[in-house]
């Protein structure tokens, strides 16, 4: 066996110069036009395939999350704000309990509640009564 990193050892075969005109045998031929026209189809497909795709990442994916953040942070506020509501709704139940008792308070906000659903739900009915009219 014959160490080829020696000093006096045969270099690698030679071959055919990359700029010979012998180098590549496919590269010197001239291409039919079947060969020409599959290579404009791959390569016009490429490119429409990277124009949609930066078109749809452009125009339907960024506003989709910069849609999706805004309604988290809409989330995140009404939940904030529902939280306080509750917070101080328990809290003037408690002071109202304890002026008047816990079950004189109960029934007075059960009542309140009671009274402003009933209302709000007659608005409602109203409003589309007098929608379905005009229609």
Do not use: C
């Amino acid at each position: 066996m014959v160490d080829e990193t020696a000093p006096g050892a045969p270099g690698p075969a030679p071959g055919p110069e990359p700029d010979a005109p012998g180098a590549n045998a496919e590269d010197t031929e001239p291409r039919s036009v079947i060969d020409a026209s599959v290579d404009f189809v791959q390569t016009s497909v490429a490119y429409a395939r990277q124009e949609i795709g930066a078109a749809v990442r452009d125009k339907a994916i960024v506003p989709v999350q910069d849609t999706a953040i805004d309604v988290a942070i809409l989330l995140a506020m009404a939940l904030t704000i529902f939280l306080g509501i509750a917070f101080i709704a328990v809290g003037l139940l408690m002071l109202l309990a304890h002026f008047i008792g816990w079950i004189a308070a109960m029934f007075v906000v059960g009542g309140v509640l009671l009274i402003t659903g009933i209302v709000v739900m007659l608005v409602i009915r109203s409003r589309m009564e007098a929608r379905k009219q005009s229609l």
